[in-house]
């Protein structure tokens, strides 16, 4: 079974700096699809970046980039520029491309992330 | 636009109410989810509908009833609920079930059961 885990429970990050959050997934699956998502204290989750597994190429978008590590199966989010807004919950996620399987995000535990002024 | 809409914001129920949860989209997608959602903790996934009908019921209790009356709307029936069942209810919808298309969520109804 698939696997996501995020290391780190809390992180904190000063205005303007970069931050990197971790997430390491298990698999024995070569299509699948990775996300990270953000959920603000407003509650709404909001889909932060996406990656497919066949694609080599880090996806950006904005101040929002990853590290795709596929050999090491890791796949770190990085935020360049940190906003007060980016304050959230931060949740990676996994989801099977195989067509035969429950192809259900599996999430990670989330990674709490604070903005300080 | 990308939104997915929920009805409550807030609901408070007694364990021997009847009340239902709504979601609505209207971006043509195919497939709509309902999780839940503790305090600090990743969703759980509840039920998939895939084309209007039920493809995945992750062995939720019968006092959850989902509902999929046309392909913009969903609901959630809920009726002699437990305390344990206070959380956060999310809605999401995708273009259609496959795992290529991402998941847009709605902003959650917040259940309290009394």
């Known amino acids: 079974a698939q696997t996501v885990t995020q290391s780190q429970p809390e992180m904190s990050v000063q205005e303007a700096e970069t931050v990197t959050l971790s997430c390491t997934y298990d698999t024995s699956e070569s299509d699948y699809y990775l996300f990270w998502y953000k959920q603000p204290p407003s509650r709404q989750m909001i889909l932060v970046i996406r990656q497919e597994a066949y694609k080599q190429q880090n996806a950006t978008e904005n101040r929002f980039s990853v590290n795709f590590q596929k050999a090491a199966k890791s796949f770190s989010l990085k935020i360049s520029d940190s906003q007060l807004g980016d304050a959230a919950m931060y949740f990676c996620a996994y989801r099977s491309g195989n067509a035969g399987n429950n192809r259900k995000l599996i999430w990670g535990l989330g990674t709490s992330l604070a903005v300080n002024p | 636009d990308t939104e997915v809409t929920q009805t409550p914001k807030h609901l408070v129920m007694g364990m021997t109410n009847k009340k239902s949860l709504k979601c609505e989209q209207h971006m043509g997608h195919r497939a709509m989810y309902w999780y839940k959602q503790k305090a600090k903790k990743p969703p759980e996934l509840m039920f998939v509908?895939?084309?209007?009908?039920?493809?995945i019921n992750e062995s939720v209790p019968s006092r959850f009833s989902p509902e999929c009356p046309n392909s913009s709307l969903l609901n959630l029936h809920l009726h002699a609920l437990q305390p344990e069942d206070s959380a956060l209810y999310l809605c999401?919808?995708?273009?259609?079930?496959?795992?290529?298309?991402?998941?847009?969520f709605g902003p959650g109804t917040r259940l309290t059961v009394t």
């Open positions: 509908y895939s084309y209007e009908k039920l493809s």
């Open positions: 999401a919808s995708s273009q259609d079930p496959s795992s290529f298309y991402e998941q847009y």
